[in-house]
């Protein structure tokens, strides 16, 4: 599970009934910290390396 800072899941959370269920909420918070994080161009693939899940199979 990701812990991120109040302040960004502040901003986050009314997002969240957007996304149906725990882990797909989950995988989109992973993404958006992962986007913030990325230098350059901002792809999927490039938020999932710098999160450490470039090899992951979990997210299809």
Excluded: H
């Excluded at 149906?20 to 995988?27: E, I, L, M, S, V």
């Excluded at 992962?34 to 490039?46: D, F, Y």
């Amino acid at each position: 599970m990701l812990n991120l800072p109040w302040t960004i899941m502040d901003a986050m959370n009314p997002f969240a009934p957007c996304f149906f269920g725990a882990t797909t909420w989950g995988k989109a918070k992973t993404l958006c910290a992962g986007a913030i994080l990325t230098p350059g161009r901002r792809t999927v693939s490039e938020a999932l390396r710098v999160m450490g899940l470039g090899e992951s199979q979990q997210y299809a």
